[in-house]
């Protein structure tokens, strides 16, 4: 008796409808190292002394015996070896090496000109997601903001990072932000009770105590701060900076313990479709490159079997 089979297919409401489309772009480096290694194998394989074969043509098997032809007294020398084997794997594995890798470049370029045509804000700015951030301390302390562009002279950090934006909204509370050097900053926070931000994880984030007491004078008194904003509700600072180490500080403008707030920091980032598009005409020149050397390995073979 025959039965009917019918698949079926239910939404889980949990799994995201785009898990199925990740899943397989993750599988595709998987699967291009598995082609990879058929390719390496098969190389390896096509040898001066085992060339490859053509189906029905017999092409590349040990010639037998002619009954219509007559033997020669003296056969012909065989033609030099020319052990190309070796070099035909390695131009076969180069090329599939670039084009693994000028793929990561072309991918990665168009995911960067994809944010930056489609993430940015309407002031041009690119946006993490906001923080929570609350401590029962005088300070909370976002170090190791190290700014590096290790640009050329006729190249400015404005060029490549542009304005930082830091926007928060401390609620009911008078909250007061500055950014400022960590060197000049030092000793204002040197003795001061405070925690520092060692991990952000969504919108929450871990921090590490340091003892202390309450700040001598009100953070607003400090000359400092590069840039700095105060007050209650929706607050925005900006500024440019420049190479070296930065720190945010947020505290309550009276200087009292016990900060809350909600921020989020932004750049505009300008250098960004530049390094997008750099990485997808390096990524171009890479395939192309990848691609001459496969055929050219593959033509040597189709050469000698021809021949």
Request: charged share 15%; aromatic share 6%; hydrophobic share 45%.
């Amino acid at each position: 008796m025959a039965v009917a089979a019918r698949p079926a297919a239910r939404f889980e409401p949990g799994i995201s409808r785009w898990s199925w489309l990740v899943t397989r772009f993750l599988a595709i480096p998987h699967h291009m190292v598995l082609v990879l290694r058929v390719v390496v194998a098969y190389a390896a394989l096509m040898t001066d002394e085992h060339p490859p074969v053509r189906p029905g043509t017999g092409e590349g098997e040990p010639a037998g015996p002619d009954a219509g032809t007559v033997p020669s007294a003296e056969p012909p020398s065989p033609p030099p070896a020319r052990p190309k084997g070796a070099a035909r794997v390695v131009a076969l594995v180069l090329g599939s090496l670039i084009g693994l890798g000028s793929l990561g470049l072309v991918a990665a370029g168009v995911a960067g000109l994809v944010v930056d045509q489609t993430q940015r804000d309407a002031d041009g700015y690119l946006s993490s997601a906001a923080v929570h951030v609350a401590s029962q301390e005088f300070a909370v302390v976002a170090t190791g903001l190290d700014v590096d562009t290790d640009a050329p002279g006729w190249l400015q950090e404005e060029d490549i990072v542009g304005q930082v934006r830091l926007r928060y909204d401390a609620g009911a509370g008078d909250v007061f932000v500055g950014v400022a050097p960590a060197s000049d900053a030092g000793a204002y926070l040197d003795g001061l009770g405070y925690d520092e931000i060692t991990r952000i994880e969504g919108d929450d984030a871990g921090y590490a105590a340091h003892a202390g007491g309450a700040p001598a004078s009100d953070p607003a008194a400090q000359d400092f701060w590069t840039a700095s904003a105060s007050g209650t509700g929706q607050q925005t600072l900006t500024f440019q900076p420049h190479d070296g180490q930065w720190v945010v500080v947020a505290m309550n403008a009276d200087g009292t313990a016990g900060v809350d707030l909600t921020a989020r920091a932004a750049a505009e980032l300008p250098v960004l479709p530049w390094v997008a598009l750099i990485a997808i005409g390096a990524g171009g020149l890479g395939l192309l490159v990848a691609a001459l050397l496969v055929y050219l390995a593959l033509r040597r073979d189709r050469t000698r079997v021809g021949a």
